[in-house]
């Protein structure tokens, strides 16, 4: 008997699909993907399959893990889309301090398998944001004052290309790809798999303490001083934040806006738990004794816990954001983000954050990639539900903000595509393009090229 072989094509799933829509769901939840066809790849087989078939099928190809960054994507007309959700382990080597991670893998499964040995990962502020999109997009963790930024921490990117090669970038190997895919802003290839070192870490100092947020103007200021000359093994987030009434979320915090200082001092060995306590104090302190908190939950705790501390909604939300990098703020600065941002604005917004950076973030990193480092203060970020009043609010702080603003974004942190999202200077973005055209001459990846206005257009 002859079997007839399956054509490529049919691993593709079309609209309405239950693998189209396995492979289509995103976090955010007001940016629903529309592609032509979609996949959900478990191995690196199923994605140099899908490759090969969207171009047998003469469809472009993108890709997501979880779509926390859905809000990013240009149209998907005419392309395929894969969702990499691997069925493989994350695998600690703890003699070599490194874990090998699977495509599809989130920042919760690498810290539990990290955990054990006494090392952590430099992941973000979510457990469920996806470790692939977080590291190609640089990473801002709130271990970075002490280590930089994420990506410099990447040894190995595994990517199927397209003409449907699957290569291990390093140091060493396609050192010009390797460079390019850690802040370039996409537009390579599917990757597959990462190589991360890891960092000892047994314990960390963590927690958030929260105020009314009338109290920002007493604080706020107080905070941002400390930031100047806080030591690199802190770090913390200033938020305001109109919570809503979610499972998790206490009741005292809800019904009003208040003010939150969370973030972690860090504990490489059980000895170091004494100093980590001493800095947070010496950061807490005096905040706490010019206005009482409504809360306060700084506790030590095993570095999992830096996961949570941040309250990211675990299940997905319709949001919409906006950020930049900020210069150093002083008194004006501060005032002028609580003026658009505090009591008084009328904001609506979730969350309006500065996210302390400084120390190992400015510092360039010999084998580091595209977005190796941040000279900037602060990373802003506003998220909010997406409704209009949210763009309002959204765009009061950006003009508040404008003396302040570098320029620039952290690529990790674009989020959508109605402002500007500069991440490199010219000639990175010039640098970058020219690997983009070495690697897929076609154009194939290049509608997954993160949104920057002012990008040279693709001849
Ligand atoms: C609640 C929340 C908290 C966050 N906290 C932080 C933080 O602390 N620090 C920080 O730096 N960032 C943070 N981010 C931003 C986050 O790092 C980015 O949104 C990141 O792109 C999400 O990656 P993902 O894979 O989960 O999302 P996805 O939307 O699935 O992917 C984002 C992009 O990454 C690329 N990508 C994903 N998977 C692959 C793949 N297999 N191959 C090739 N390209 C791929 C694609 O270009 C895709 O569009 C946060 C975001 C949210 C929503």
Redesign the pocket.
Known sequence: MTTTPTRPQTLLARPGEPAYVEATA???LAAPLHPAAAVVARSSADVVAAVRAAREAGLAV?????????G??ASLADTLLVR?AFDAPVRVDPAARTARVP??T?WAAVVAAAEPYGLAALH???P???V???L??????FYGRRFGV?ANHVRSIT?VLADGREVETSAEVEPALFWALRGGG?GF????EVEVELVEMNLVVTGGTFWDAADAAVVAPLWEAWTTTAPPEVATSLRLMNLPPLPGVPPVLVGRQVLVLDGAAQAPTVDDVERAQAVAHDLLDPLRSVATPLLDTWHPAPPSALTLT?L??PDPMPYAGESALLRTLGAAGVAGFLEAAGPGSGTTIVAAELRQLGGAFGAPDRTGGAFDRTDAAFAYQGLGLATPETAEDLDRITTATAPWRTGFT?P??VEGRRQQQRTSDDATVARVEAVRRAVDPDGVFAG?V?PVLDRPARA
């Not at 993108?62 to 859905?70: E, F, I, L, M, P």
């Not at 190609?136 to 963790?141: A, C, K, R, T």
């Open positions: 995103t976090y955010n993108r890709s997501q893990t979880t779509g926390h960054g859905a990013a994507q990499t495509a599809g989130t973000g502020s979510s469920t944001v996806g692939v999109g977080y190609l997009g640089g990473g801002l963790s994420a990517v996409g290839g599917v990757v597959t941040h990211d909604p952290a990790s942190f997954g993160a």
